[in-house]
């Protein structure tokens, strides 16, 4: 079993920036890939930004590529998702993700999730 814990949410102005942590707990977290999703009041959740293992391999949200940096710590078992240019749309709660899986869409466990809100 793995516990994932978010950290770094906040309000900031557009054009501002914020950066998430993910902690990993429970077990080891080598051969992860690890993902960031989202979901704004009455959306669905969706995909933002995914790392692969050991963290050479990244892909991201179309809305978010060239803003958002995900990265990852495997000596601390954290990932990051770095957050440049904040806009108003991308206020939601941010969700880390864990596959057992070194590169995979299919999440095995979640956090709780951190606010993100973003004034215009």
């Known amino acids: 079993q793995v516990q994932l814990e978010e950290s770094g949410g906040g309000l900031v102005q557009a054009g501002g920036s914020l950066r998430l942590s993910c902690a990993a707990s429970?077990?080891?977290?080598?051969?992860?890939?690890m993902g960031w999703f989202r979901q704004a009041p009455g959306k669905e959740r969706e995909f933002v930004a995914r790392?692969?293992?050991?963290?050479?391999?990244?892909e991201y949200a179309d809305s978010v590529k060239g803003r958002f940096t995900i990265s990852r710590d495997n000596a601390k078992n954290t990932v990051y998702l770095q957050m440049n240019s904040l806009k108003p749309e991308d206020t939601a709660v941010y969700y880390c993700?864990?596959?057992?899986?070194?590169?995979?869409?299919?999440?095995?466990?979640w956090g709780q999730g951190t606010q993100v809100t973003v004034s215009s």
């Open positions: 429970g077990r080891t977290f080598t051969g992860y890939a």
């Open positions: 790392i692969g293992w050991p963290g050479a391999r990244t």
């Open positions: 993700s864990a596959a057992r899986s070194t590169w995979s869409h299919a999440y095995d466990y």
